[in-house]
Structures are given as C-alpha cells and as structure tokens.
C-alpha cells in the first residue's frame, strides 16, 4: 500500500511538471507610433482576458481602475504557442480579431486586421525588479 501511494504521488508530480506554463500571464507594455499602453494578461476559466492599466496615444490618457470596464482582450484560446479567437474591444464597441504569438517569454507578437490591412504590435513583458 504504501508504495502504491508513493508511485501515485510521483505520478501526479510528473504531471503537474509536464503541463505547460500559461507565459502569456502576465504585464505587457506596448510602444508604437499611435500610442503608449501597459496591459495585463489573466485566465480565467481555461481562457485569457486582458486589461488595461495605462493608456495614452497623445490627446488622451487613461489609467485602469481594476473595473470591468478595463477588459479590452477577451476570449483567448491557447493552441500551440499561438493564442486565437481573440476579440480586442474599442470604446466604441467595435473590435478586431487577434492572433497572438509567443516569440519568447518576454516578447509577444499580436496580429489584428485594422481597416482591412494586417496590423502587427510587439508587446513586451514588463519585469518587476
């Protein structure tokens, strides 16, 4: 019995080791020629939101409050190291599909089609020291 319980626990160990970690969790700070943004990652219930903690594109600045209104990504699937069928919402309700792609822990590229054309950023992780 006792060896039983001993290759049981060393099997769930395995597992739990085996499973891929979620590196998309986590603070995203985004700088491109329309504007500055930090963003947040979080799953919730086997899929990824995001929200939004800092926001300026030059005439207007917003500072996330931790409201529901501060999720702008919703509805991230993983497959792969690409995240799909990702809805990121404008203030005005409209939104564009976006594909994410893990480049490497620290860097994430997110694809969006904006008024027909491909649009691409770079979202790289902010590192708390």
């Known amino acids: 019995m006792k060896q039983?319980?001993?290759?049981?626990?060393?099997?769930?160990?395995?597992?739990?080791?085996?499973?891929?970690?979620?590196e998309i969790i986590g603070t995203w700070?985004?700088?491109n020629d329309y504007y500055e943004a930090v963003y947040e990652v979080v799953?919730?219930?086997?899929?990824?939101?995001?929200k939004i903690h800092y926001y300026n594109d030059g005439k207007?600045?917003?500072?996330?409050?931790?409201?529901?209104e501060d999720y702008f990504l919703t509805g991230v699937e993983r497959k792969?190291?690409?995240y799909i069928k990702g809805k990121m919402y404008l203030p005005?309700?409209?939104?564009?599909?976006?594909?994410?792609?893990?480049?490497?822990?620290d860097?994430?590229?997110?694809?969006?089609?904006?008024e027909g054309e491909p649009y691409e950023e770079v979202w790289r992780r902010v590192i708390n020291k």
Not at 92 to 105: A, M, Q, S
Not at 107 to 114: G, W
């Open 29 to 31: 700070k985004v700088k």
């Open 80 to 82: 792969g190291k690409k």
């Open 107 to 114: 860097i994430l590229k997110v694809l969006m089609t904006v």
């Open 4 to 22: 039983l319980l001993i290759i049981l626990v060393f099997s769930i160990a395995c597992v739990s080791c085996a499973q891929s970690s979620d």
């Open 92 to 105: 005005g309700g409209t939104y564009y599909e976006v594909v994410i792609t893990l480049k490497n822990k």
């Open 43 to 50: 799953k919730y219930k086997g899929k990824f939101f995001g």
């Open 60 to 68: 207007e600045t917003y500072k996330g409050n931790n409201k529901k």
